[in-house]
C-alpha cells in the first residue's frame, strides 16, 4: 500500500558532540546540516541542552543560515530555553525531558505528571509562532494530555522498541510496536499530527515508518554513526530510502 510521504528529520547533535570534545571549530554542525539537506532531510533539529554538551548558542544562527529547511528546535521547560526559543522562534519546538548525568534523553516527557509545569510552554511558544511538538511515550493518557494542553504534535518515543529488537525479545518488541500503532491511530483521531524518534537504525526503521498516520521521522545518532563509514551523504539517503520503501515510494 503507498503511503503518504513521510518526512525525515536528522538531527546533527553528535556532529557538535564530536567538535566538544576537542574544542574549536571542527567538524561543523552547520555544514552537517546542509549536507543533509542536500541528501534529501525534510528538516534539521537540534537540541539546545542546559549544559550546551553538544549544540552551543552560536550554532543556532549558523545553522539557520547554512540550510533553507524547517528547524526543529528540541528544549527543556526552563525559562532560560523558552526566553532562546521565543527569541530564535524556529518552525517547531519540541518539549523534552532532560536530566544533566543522562547520555541522552530518556523516555517520553510525562505531561501528564507535569501538566501544570508543561502547559505554560506550549502556550507559550504557539504564541511565539513556532508549531510545539511534545516528545512523550506512545500511551493513550500523555495523548490526551497533550490535546488538551493545545499540543497540535506529538513525537512518540521508538527507544524501548527499538531496544527490545536489538534484544531479541521480538513477542515483546511486536507489542511495543503494536503500541506506537494504537497511539499514532489514537493522536491522529485526535487532530494530533504524530511524529515518531529516538534510536531508530536501517534495521528497526521499516516497521515503524510503516504506521499510516506518522508524518515524520526524527533520527540523529545513528546516521552520524553510519556517517564515520560512509559519509554523511550516503546515511542520509540510505535513511531516506528505507522511509520511502516502507511507505511504498520508492
Known sequence: MKLERARLGVNIDHVATIRNARGGVHPDPAKAAAIAQAAGADGITIHLREDRRHIRDADLDAVRAAVNLPINLEMATTD?????????????????????????????????????QVEPFVRALRD??????????????????????????????????????????????????????EA???????????????????????PVAAIPEVRELNIGHFIMGEALFVGLDAAVRRMRHEIDLARGNA
Open 128 to 181: 511565539g509562532g513556532s508549531r510545539v511538538s511534545l516528545f512523550i511515550e506512545p500511551s493513550k493518557v500523555q495523548i490526551a494530555v497533550a490535546e488538551a494542553m493545545g499540543a497540535p504534535v506529538v513525537e512518540l518515543h521508538t527507544g524501548k522498541y527499538v531496544e527490545l529488537v536489538f534484544a531479541g525479545d521480538h513477542a515483546a518488541a511486536g507489542e511495543e510496536l503494536n503500541r506506537l500503532r
Open 184 to 206: 499514532a491511530a489514537y493522536g491522529h483521531e485526535k487532530g494530533i499530527e504524530i511524529h515518531v524518534g529516538h534510536g531508530l537504525t536501517y534495521d528497526t526503521i521499516r
Open 80 to 116: 532560560e530555553m523558552l526566553a532562546i526559543a521565543l527569541a530564535y522562534k524556529p518552525h517547531a519546538a519540541c518539549l523534552v525531558p532532560e536530566r544533566r548525568e543522562e547520555r541522552t534523553t530518556e523516555g517520553g516527557l510525562d505531561v501528564a505528571r507535569l501538566h501544570n
